[in-house]
């Protein structure tokens, strides 16, 4: 019983988590910019983080020294804010499908970073599997050329989210010890909190204040859409369905992410569904799949 429940935590926060890219693609139609998108999506987020950080912590016997707060800050900062602007930057290029695909490479790169940085073995399988992965993200890159026939724009837009694939790996490898130091929703909540003061940093900095508040209601919407569905729910819908079944199976469910969004964009946002879009879904899926089993 309790893993059944497990197992339906974990896909409705990756299905929720799915819908990030959606509401962003729809924001982009009424012309609002990617940092004061990101902006109210964290302005909405950050009362509930903030309650997050306090009650998962309230108990805790931990006090947490200045070297736990410089990590908390770098990988708020890297793995939170730096990731969701160039996530959003990329998605104004290219499709929701390929952008959830793109981003769900990141096993790969955090093997990498594991051989590079702590010395660990790759197994041939692991190596097979990376290779299965990007053959599988080059079809989906032709993919969406083919659709948009814009080259040079699939190909900025797939560097820029890339890019935020990378800063994400860099924080989950990071992140290991805090969260077994601290746990997972309170590292969790302090470093989006991080994340979320920086936005407001950079939107200050860029914008005008008086922009915010010009917007159509859509984008209002689409914002707190997004950081109510898309940011606070798949926190803590991951955090218990992680403590029910344990990290691996939330992993493995969280294989319908890729695919919920290709639907989500096909349904909502009317993008293209092709053979090579599925053949390359696929390929990326069973890549992602064979590195992250624990025989690689």
Known sequence: MLANRGILLAFLASAAFSMKAIFVKLAYIHGVDAVLLLALRMAFSLPALLVA???????????????????????????????????????AYVSAGLERLILFLYPTVVV??????????????????????????????????????????????????????????????????????????????????VAAVSVMIHFMLASPLVEAVQQPW?????????????????????????????ASKVSIVGSIGPVATIFFGWLILGEDVSVEQMVGAAFVLGGVMLVSSKKA
């Open 53 to 91: 950080a306090w009650w998962s912590g309230r108990n805790s016997e931990l006090a947490l020294t200045p070297r736990d707060w410089r990590n908390i800050i770098l990988l708020g900062f890297v793995g939170y804010y730096l990731s969701s602007l160039l996530d959003f930057l990329g998605l």
């Open 112 to 193: 990498l970073i594991s051989v590079y940085m702590f010395g660990k073995s790759i197994s041939r399988r692991a190596i097979f599997a990376m290779v299965l992965s990007y053959v599988g993200i080059g079809i989906a890159f032709v993919h969406d050329i083919e659709i948009t026939g814009d080259h040079q724009a699939t190909m900025i837009g797939g560097g820029l989210i890339f890019l935020c694939m990378i800063t994400y790996a860099v924080y989950l490898v990071g992140s290991g010890q805090m969260t077994n130091r601290m746990g997972a929703t309170r590292f969790a909540a302090l470093a989006t909190t």
């Open 218 to 246: 859509q984008v209002y919407a689409y914002a707190a859409g997004m950081a109510v569905l898309s940011t606070i729910l798949p926190i803590f819908l991951t955090a218990k369905a992680i403590q029910l079944i344990g």
